[in-house]
């Protein structure tokens, strides 16, 4: 081997390791991944900082449980209550508002509960439940399943003890929901954005939509390196600095489908 070949081949040992190290993990909702904003955002920010984002789309109760494990930099999910725990555990470093949409009821044209056009979700689960109307739901310890799960509650049904043949647990993530909702001619709670960016929506609509007990807050943390010294703090922070910055905020508010905004900036720098 020449002088030459053996130069090369040194220079891309030793440079791998640090080319290999020039990303991140980002631990996230399977909302965030399907309705596509990742796709919008994920080339900015690595066009301006060089920084690769690997994203794993979770619910948010597997993307916190696999930060706790130390397999993430940063978490970016959708329960709040569920992040405070998180943080207050001694996992993440300080959690930042990003971003908020809503969630929204959809169900089949038919209408069997009858509850197309309500605005109160709590009346429209007493309905749905009371008609032993078909309901599919995450059952997959998501933002939105602990979002549905909360709601029952208020429509005080215990659906764990309460739920029958017509209440189908998919396990699953959003947009495999909606496609079994499809099928069955279920109604299901979504997060608007999956929504919007869904295109096998048989014979479901919107049926209920604008009470404020649907709305839906985002959040991102780093990872605490103190407990992970694997995190890459300095990456990691990049990112959570990036998407709460104005420009961050503004690639957030330009994400649309069909000229409708999935996602409304709320950062509070």
């Known amino acids: 081997m020449d002088l030459r070949r053996i130069l090369l081949v040194a220079a891309v040992l030793f440079a791998a390791p640090a080319w290999a190290q020039k990303f991140i993990t980002v631990a996230s909702t399977t909302s965030t991944e399907q309705s596509g904003l990742f796709k919008h955002l994920l080339p900015i920010f690595e066009q301006k900082t060089g920084i690769q984002v690997r994203v794993v789309a979770l619910g948010t109760g597997q993307a916190l449980d696999m930060a706790r494990r130390g397999d993430a930099d940063v978490v970016f999910v959708h329960a709040k209550p569920l992040e405070e725990k998180f943080l207050a555990e001694g996992f993440g470093v300080k959690r930042f508002d990003v971003m908020y949409n809503d969630f929204i009821l959809v169900g089949p044209k038919s209408d069997p509960a009858k509850v197309h056009g309500m605005k109160d979700i709590v009346a429209a689960l007493q309905k749905i439940k009371a008609a032993q109307a078909p309901f599919a739901s995450r059952g997959d310890r998501s933002g939105t399943h602990f979002a549905e799960l909360k709601l029952w509650q208020e429509a005080g049904i215990d659906i764990a003890k309460e739920k029958g043949p017509w209440y189908r647990d998919t396990g699953s993530g959003m947009g495999p929901t909606l496609n079994t909702a499809a099928g069955m001619n279920a109604y299901a709670l979504s997060d608007r954005g999956t929504w919007l960016s869904f295109k096998n929506r048989g014979d479901l609509e919107i049926s209920v939509e604008g009470d404020k007990r649907l709305f839906n ?40 489908i069909n000229g409708e905004q999935l996602f409304f900036p709320d950062a509070k720098n």
């Open 217 to 256: 807050q985002y959040g991102v943390m780093l990872v605490n390196p103190a407990k992970f010294p694997q995190v890459k703090k300095e990456m990691g922070q990049a990112f959570v600095d990036w998407v709460i910055s104005p420009e961050g905020q503004k690639a957030i508010a330009d994400y649309k």
